[in-house]
């Protein structure tokens, strides 16, 4: 880098040590360098690991937990309720709190500690408390990471691979965890010395946030830059966000209730709706966690080089609407709807969330994605418990068109999406030649390479 444009990035102010650091060909010790933003995608990708791990633990023991408890198919629903209905107000809060006040560091640090202290009070008995809303500060830290780079999608991509991981280590080792304490334990206290040992990943995800917390204002402090770039946001200010974002949330939530709330209930739908032994169901379910692994990364790559935003998200749709109507209507192995609704989970992220950093403003970013947040939450809470009434009253059946329903009208909204983006002429659906050619993003950088970065240097 030039003499010249290192004098940019630092202010007159900055000590002899800052500049020796940047100075250094030490790639991790630069916060610029792509050494240095891997490190801090891992520890993002760590920090959401103890989240997705906890949040289908229910799912995990199904089994186990309406056995034990001694509970109906509608209460064990209940418990995605109780988890998912605070977050209807708590992940507004949380991403205006970010925004406002207490910024993405202590944000990301406090979320993991509620994460944290949710799961330990779980395992004791009390469903209260346990938080998603983690997954806000991850998202914003996402942006400020990536963006520069220009491979939003991508880092989306290793996001979604990093819960799918989580998810499925939950899926295959949790009920282990419980049959052997279930053997070493004559009481009744199985049950909650699982759900307590599960407690880890969110130990592990709390150190995440205080070390990404550290890099983030050490990085701040050497590269001299400042996150607030506008007027500090209202609440109010929501009513503002463009059209796209409202479809684009109303998207979100339709694939919440169908496709995610599906992949939840996976392990007892294979097993009552298409009458596959208890091992088969185990294998399909993880299969669809499994499968979104490679793909989420390489489908946000492939967005990032195509661009065409809106047509991935169609796709996306489509395949969750083939892919559940394969499950429900047809007697056609269950791998190719698996693998359809696997691929739907894997692609439906990496677009729908990189078109909300390019419409709103990095400084009211935290407080778009909590809104979403919250509309996800709100489905998940009521939806969930009215999957558990479909299956009490009416059957397996009923419950895989009640996802199709779902699954339809995400497929229309995103051919809504596609028509306003046309007549708007927001740009949202173009190549990625094409947005590079035009001025920056409304959503500028945070982290501004340098003039001679590259994403793999020689």
């Known amino acids: 880098m030039s003499d010249g444009s290192e004098k940019a990035l630092l202010s007159n102010h900055v000590d002899e040590n800052v500049i020796l650091v940047l100075n250094t060909k030490c790639g991790i010790c630069d916060p610029r360098r792509i050494a240095h933003r891997m490190i801090v995608l891992v520890l993002i990708c760590f920090l959401g690991f103890g989240v997705s791990f906890c949040g289908d633990t229910p799912a995990a023991l199904h089994d186990q937990i309406v056995e034990k408890l001694d509970i109906d198919e509608e209460t064990f629903m209940g418990l995605y309720s109780w988890y998912a209905c605070p977050n209807v107000i708590l992940s507004l809060l949380s991403g205006y709190l970010i925004d406002r006040y207490i910024g993405v560091r202590l944000g990301s640090v406090t979320l ?50 990093s819960m799918m991981i989580a998810e499925a280590i939950n899926f295959n080792v949790l009920l282990q965890i419980y049959n052997a304490v279930d053997r070493t334990k004559s009481s009744g206290n199985s049950l909650g010395i699982t759900l307590f040992i599960a407690s880890i990943p969110c130990v592990i995800s709390f150190a995440c946030a205080v070390m990404l917390a550290y890099l983030d204002k050490r990085a701040e402090k050497l590269i001299n ?41 996976g392990v007892s739908y294979f097993e009552n709706k298409l009458g596959v032994s208890p091992s088969t169901s185990h294998e399909l ?10 793909l989420a990364p390489l489908l946000g790559f492939l967005v990032d080089v195509t661009g065409y935003h809106v ?56 407080t778009a994605y909590g809104f979403m947040a919250s509309f996800q939450s709100l489905g998940s809470a009521f939806m ?27 497929v ?24 590079f050619s035009q001025e920056t993003s409304p959503t500028e950088l945070i982290l501004q390479p340098p003039q001679d970065f590259t994403l793999f240097p020689v």
């Not at 047809?330 to 739907?344: N, Y």
């Not at 009416?394 to 339809?408: A, E, V």
């Not at 229309?412 to 947005?435: G, H, P, W």
């Open 285 to 294: 379910n993880s299969f669809l966690y499994c499968l979104v692994v490679p």
């Open 384 to 410: 969930t418990k009215v999957s558990g009434i479909v299956v009490d009253s009416s059957g397996y059946f009923m419950l895989g068109i009640f996802f199709c329903i779902w699954s339809s009208v995400a």
């Open 112 to 161: 993991a500690g509620f994460v944290l202290i949710g799961h330990c009070i779980f395992s004791l008995g009390k469903n209260i408390f346990k938080s998603d809303d983690a997954k806000l500060p991850r998202w914003k830290f996402t942006v400020d990471v990536a963006y520069g780079c220009g491979d939003l999608s991508l880092v989306f991509g290793l996001l979604i691979s």
């Open 311 to 366: 047509y991935w998200i169609l796709l996306a749709m489509v395949s969750s609407l083939l892919g559940l109507c394969l499950l429900t209507f047809t007697l056609l192995t269950p791998w190719i709807g698996t693998a359809l609704v696997s691929f739907s989970i894997a692609l439906w992220t990496c677009p729908l969330f990189a078109i909300v950093a390019f419409i709103v403003p990095l400084h009211k970013l935290s």
């Open 412 to 435: 229309i909204f995103a051919i809504i999406l596609y028509f306003v983006d046309i007549a708007k002429v927001s740009k949202l659906n173009i190549s990625t030649k094409e947005r």
């Open 225 to 265: 830059r400042e996150r607030n770039d506008g007027s500090p946001i209202h609440l109010a200010d929501i009513k503002n966000y463009p059209l796209p974002f409202w479809i684009l949330t109303i998207i979100s939530l339709s694939v919440i209730v169908s496709v995610v709330t599906f992949a939840g209930l």
